[in-house]
């Protein structure tokens, strides 16, 4: 009888190996990995239902302004918005016109690499500019972050004492607020103040000055090495480009086009 049973029992784990084999046992799963698998997938499901239901709404598939419950737009259907533009509204897009919106708009540009003495080169729009090196000033001197001021002054090739532009921002832009206020050593904003600057640097510049300076012919590009796929236009495209290069929201140099 012992034989038999033993003889038995051989065979129960000869069954036991095979269907091992065949059938090998899965890994134990943490239950961190576990937890975290279903809450990704509670999100998805409900991710998933919102896009349905914002699609159904507007009777067409799902794109991204649809899917964030936050835009005006969710969950309306075309035409359903009680908010039509009218010119002033459209021309507040457009950069340079004094509208109440900010304008961005995408530019085309990449590094290339350096020039044989090892400034950085870039091209924007198909046409390659070599980066120079925007002057912020010495404290020593009575002035520091004039980069932007020197790096527009590069490009429009002027030769112009910085302090004297310093002090014309800030009897304008004294007691502005935010970004746009100006005080003797504070980073000057592209947008706020590039308009003031071109005046400015065509009226003190050492050389031919000008009094009247027609904003309507320059248009300033700004990039950003933040951010290399974008850039700021402000201004008509067709128009005198200037060029700067943004890093870290506070240094400016100037891209130079190359001929």
Known sequence: MYVAWRSVGRQIQSVLKLIATRHPPRPQVPLRLQLLYRVRSNTMVARK??????????????????????????????????????????????????????????VVWNFVGCNPYGARELRLDGKFYSVGH??????????????????????????????????????????????????????????????????????????????????????VIGLFTDDPDHGVVLGDRSKRRLVVLNTSDAHFDPCLLKH
Request: net charge positive.
């Open 49 to 106: 239902e919102r896009r349905a239901k914002a699609a159904e709404a507007v009777g067409k598939r799902p794109t991204w302004i649809t899917w964030t419950p936050v835009v005006l737009f969710f969950g309306r259907e075309r035409g359903a918005l009680p908010w039509a533009p009218n010119p002033q509204d459209i021309r507040d897009t457009e950069s340079g016109t004094g509208g109440s919106l900010p304008h961005y708009r995408q």
């Open 134 to 219: 925007g002057d912020p000033g010495f404290a020593r001197d009575g002035e520091s972050n004039n980069c932007l001021i020197d790096s527009l002054r590069q490009c429009l090739n002027l030769l112009v004492d910085r302090k004297r532009v310093r002090a014309d921002l800030i009897a304008l832009f004294g007691n502005a607020n935010g970004r746009a206020k100006v005080t003797l050593n504070s980073f000057l904003d592209l947008d706020s103040h590039w308009q003031t600057i071109v005046v400015s640097l065509f009226r003190h510049t050492l050389c031919n000055p000008i009094a009247n300076v027609q904003l309507d012919n320059f248009c």
